[in-house]
């Protein structure tokens, strides 16, 4: 017997074609995972917890497949904890976005919710509004203030780019999705990685470890 998500997913494709079809496809992604489900409901314990690892991109690199490359190297980032466990997002039938790595927040819109306590919106508004951006040619400070009001949420992708380099990328998204500041390192340097953000501020990281400051710059670990 044909199950309900085929069914449901066959009406879609059946009663719509064209621009209409993929539109749809976009907008209504497959149920969640239990996995999802449950690495979105850690921001509710209100403690820290390691981020996930999406992948994107899931066809041969010069003729040769890395799936099992990329299981062993999530394997050990979770044991090292590095990548939470429920947040190894290997699966080309759920994932397979290419470059577009953002249609994750189609499947789990409040990805990037922030959950505020009783009474903390109002001061947390009011603290916000005594904060002054610095002024833009100072980089760092500027990061700073970034970092402080606006990031929601930081996890690993490993993309087209990422798959062919060996490389994780790092995004930083605030509550809208959108991401405010990035960079990239070698996906053997993830435990390295891993300390350097538990003892150094995003402006050190990239001081320290890369030739620029840009956003997007690569990290040498």
Same mark, same amino acid.
């Given at each position: ?12 494709? +059946? ?8 539109? #749809?496809?976009?907008? #209504? $992604?497959?149920?969640? +995972? ?16 390691? $981020? ?26 979770? &044991? ?20 577009? /790595? ?14 505020? *306590? ?17 002024? $833009? ?9 970034? /970092? ?24 930083? #998204? ?6 405010? /500041?990035?960079?990239?390192?070698n996906a053997k340097s993830i435990l390295q990685f891993n300390g350097a953000w538990y003892s150094m501020s995003l402006a050190e990281i990239? *001081?320290?470890?890369? *030739?620029?400051?840009?956003? *997007?710059?690569?990290?040498? &670990?």
């Open positions: 017997m044909e199950s309900g998500r085929r069914r449901l997913n066959n009406h879609y494709s +059946t009663a719509a074609t064209g621009t209409e079809a993929i539109i #749809l496809t976009r907008i #209504l $992604p497959r149920f969640q +995972t239990i996995q999802e489900r449950n690495f979105c409901a850690l921001k509710y314990t209100n403690e820290s917890h390691n $981020p996930a690892l999406l992948r994107t991109y899931y066809s041969d690199i010069n003729g040769e497949n890395k799936d099992e490359a990329h299981k062993i190297m999530v394997r050990d980032a979770i &044991l090292e904890t590095c990548v939470h466990k429920d947040g190894n997002w290997n699966d080309k039938a759920l994932y397979d976005f290419g470059d577009d /790595w953002q249609r994750i927040l189609l499947r789990m819109p409040e990805l990037c919710d922030q959950e505020v *306590g009783y009474g903390e919106s109002e001061n947390k508004e009011e603290d916000q509004e005594d904060l002054e951006a610095p002024p $833009p040619d100072d980089r760092e400070a500027l990061e700073s203030w970034l /970092w402080s009001r606006n990031v929601a949420i930081r996890f690993y992708v490993r993309d087209r780019e990422a798959m062919e380099k060996d490389l994780i990328k790092v995004f930083y #998204l605030d509550t809208h999705g959108e991401a405010i /500041w990035s960079h990239k390192f990239n *001081g320290c470890f890369s *030739g620029s400051r840009e956003n *997007g710059c690569e990290l040498f &670990l």
